[in-house]
């Protein structure tokens, strides 16, 4: 009998990437849209568990939540937290603007995934991935979400946006928090 656990999120990208990633398993991902307070704090960490704690009030089920944010060297970290509110205010072309009189080895960025695992009555669990990588210099790719198009991982020519779901989770920051989640399992 398969097990279901629930992925609060309203992105279908990042549903399809973690279906992906437990399709080997007895666990059926379902995607459920059911929206949580963020609140401003200075890591990822701190927002995903909040959202947990909150989720856990009101949804009597095994779930799991993610946080993810692009921290650019060159910009101190930034968008980090704010990365959300950042892509859908000045966009993937915002952030190439603000780099754009940078070389190309000064364009160092890390995308940072946290997932928060709650099941009821139990204290949420957090994991992290990382992937490092560099900020292109243009937009490039089509798959993918959010800042997808401008971060080329360490190791790689292509950026996220140019890679099919099963190779960029072999790669991305989502993969790697996905991969710890889902052997907590085992």
């Known amino acids: ?13 990042k549903a399809l990437e ?3 990633k437990f399709s080997t398993f007895s666990i059926d991902v379902v995607q459920k849209n059911l929206g949580y307070p963020e609140i401003q704090a200075d890591n990822l960490e701190d927002v995903a568990f909040f959202g947990a704690e909150e989720v856990q009030k009101r949804f009597n089920h095994s779930f799991f939540l993610e946080d993810a944010g692009l921290f650019i060297d060159a910009l101190n970290g930034f ?8 892509y ?10 603000l780099l754009k009189s940078l070389d190309y080895n000064k364009r160092k960025a890390c995308f940072k995934s946290v997932i928060a695992f709650a099941e009821p009555n139990k204290k949420p669990l957090i994991f992290t ?13 089509d798959q993918g979400f959010g ?10 020519v292509k950026t996220f946006a ?4 099963e190779e ?6 989502r993969g790697k928090s996905l991969e710890k989640l889902v052997n907590s399992f085992k």
Do not use: W
């Open 1 to 13: 009998m398969k097990k279901t656990i629930y992925f609060i999120t309203s992105n279908k990208g």
């Open 18 to 20: 973690a279906k992906a």
């Open 79 to 86: 968008p980090g937290v704010y990365s959300a509110y950042v």
């Open 88 to 97: 859908y205010t000045i966009g993937c072309s915002g952030i190439l603007k």
């Open 129 to 141: 991935g990382e992937c490092k990588g560099i900020i292109s210099e243009k937009i490039l790719g």
């Open 147 to 156: 800042f997808d198009p401008i971060f080329i991982p360490d190791g790689e």
């Open 162 to 165: 140019q890679m099919e779901t």
């Open 168 to 173: 960029k989770n072999r790669f991305s920051h």
